[in-house]
């Protein structure tokens, strides 16, 4: 069964530092890995989509990316804002069918 | 653009009770799903469709049954509330991802439900 690690499960930092989000998985035959953000009391909105075939994905300030073999993938935010203050999850799919597994997800705080 | 629409947004339930969560999407995808949310469990997969007529039970299905009757939406019922189903359900949609999408997942706002 696919299990999905973030680590740290929060993190606090000042605004304008670079930092990265690590999300590990146990099963690297995996056709996606997704990132999303979701804010206190809403939805998650879909931030990058790494395909399997694919080592990075980059959108504005964020950059995803993946190891298939070691099983890990990071999402890099670059110059934080406090805006950026969420809770960042990463999923994966093993069966081509969006059918995802999460991990628990990392709660960020940039401090102004 | 509505995007994925879910309600009600909150609901409060005595156990035993039954209600249905109501999810549509207006993206014409043909997968949709339902999440449950609880504090240390993440995110887990309830049910699933692939496409009208067509659904399937992913990691925690039991207690909940869901139809798909058409393209737009996925009910998700609750048969006899428990305690034990108090969370917040997140309804998400995908185009296929056989039809050559990559599968990026929409998710609605969220139902929250607390069965006492």
């Known amino acids: 069964k696919q299990e999905v690690t973030q680590i740290p499960a929060a993190l606090s930092v000042p605004e304008g530092e670079n930092l990265v989000l690590n999300c590990s998985f146990t099963d690297s035959a995996i056709y996606n890995l997704q990132w999303f953000r979701q804010d206190p009391g809403k939805g998650l909105t879909s931030l990058l989509l790494?395909?399997?075939?694919?080592r990075e994905q980059t959108s504005g300030r964020l950059n995803a990316s993946l190891d298939k073999s070691s099983g890990r993938s990071t999402l890099y935010i670059a110059a934080s804002q406090p805006g950026d203050s969420a809770t960042y999850l990463c999923?994966?799919?093993?069966?081509?069918?969006?059918?995802?597994?999460f991990g628990g997800g990392t709660r960020l705080m940039v401090k102004p | 653009n509505a995007g994925v629409t879910q309600t009600p947004k909150f609901q409060v339930l005595k156990t035993g009770q039954s209600m249905t969560l109501q999810c549509a999407q207006d993206m014409n995808h043909e997968y949709m799903s339902w999440y449950r949310q609880d504090p240390g469990m993440g995110l887990r997969l309830i049910h699933y469709?692939?496409?009208?007529?067509?659904?399937d039970q992913g990691e925690v299905p039991n207690g909940y049954n869901v139809s798909r009757s058409t393209t737009e939406d996925f009910p998700l019922r609750l048969l006899s509330a428990a305690p034990s189903q108090t969370s917040v359900y997140f309804c998400?949609?995908?185009?296929?991802?056989?039809?050559?999408?990559?599968?990026?997942?929409?998710f609605g706002e969220g139902s929250r439900l607390t069965v006492l």
């Open positions: 998400a949609s995908s185009y296929s991802i056989y039809r050559g999408y990559a599968g990026e997942l929409f």
């Open positions: 999923a994966v799919d093993n069966n081509a069918g969006n059918m995802l597994t």
């Open positions: 469709s692939v496409g009208a007529g067509i659904t």
């Open positions: 790494i395909q399997s075939s694919q």
